[in-house]
Antibody
């Protein structure tokens, strides 16, 4: 069964850091580009970052560039999102998914940035 | 970067057909694949169309996708509407360095 299982997230103060994880199963993880997307409360989907399946290319939305870092460990079938210098506007549910594919998305994890 | 513009909401009766549009602001709509996602309240999005018109297994053939280069837009058409189709729908595409989602369309089946 194809599955993306997310972990991490929670409550953090402004300026703090968090790391999200997304562990894949049921498909050849290293062959696929992966992305992070977020959804603020009551809002639409916003793309955050992507990591190519091969070549190691990474891309970021302007809103997170310089603060967030996407990475992957193909030996662990895991995608990461390191989030630093967090702001209130980063509060959202974060999802991982296989870029441009029909595979199921992760279950989502809530990140709340508040003092 | 480009934008994808969707209608904020659409509504239609059960059994009817509805089409949701997604217009690309710059760059060719045909130049990069378009995906469509369905999101029900409290759930993760699921893919209903990928690579412009491909339908994942398990998605009924009532869902179809198309591209119109003349209007630089993509469309999601749902025929034989069912109450279970009521959800938010998002289009998504990309260019060389970024992925973009449309603002989402709330489909009401009443």
């Amino acid at each position: 069964e194809v599955q993306l299982l997310q972990s991490g997230g929670g409550l953090v103060q402004p300026g703090g850091s968090l790391r999200l994880s997304c562990t894949a199963s049921g498909f050849t993880f290293r062959s696929y580009a992966m992305s992070w997307v977020r959804q603020a409360p009551g809002k639409g989907l916003e793309w955050v970052s992507a990591f190519s399946g091969s070549g190691g290319f990474t891309h970021y939305a302007d809103s997170v560039k310089g603060r967030f870092t996407i990475s992957r460990d193909n030996s662990k079938n895991t995608l990461y999102l390191q989030m630093n210098s967090l702001r209130a506007e980063d509060t959202a549910v974060y999802y991982c998914f296989v870029s441009g594919d029909s595979k199921p998305w992760g279950q989502g994890t809530l990140v709340t940035v508040s003092s | 970067n480009f934008m994808l513009t969707q209608p904020h909401s659409v509504s239609e009766s059960p059994g009817k057909t509805v089409t949701i549009s997604c217009t690309r602001s710059s760059g060719s709509i045909a130049g990069n694949y378009v995906q469509w996602y369905q999101q029900r309240p409290g759930s993760s999005p699921t893919t209903v169309i990928y690579e412009d018109y491909q339908r994942p297994s398990g998605v009924p053939d009532r869902f179809s996708g198309s591209i119109d280069s003349s209007s630089n837009s993509a469309s999601l058409t749902i025929s034989g509407l069912k109450t279970e189709d009521e959800a938010d729908y998002y289009c998504q595409s990309y260019d060389s360095s970024s992925w973009v989602f449309g603002g989402g369309t709330r489909l009401t089946v009443l």
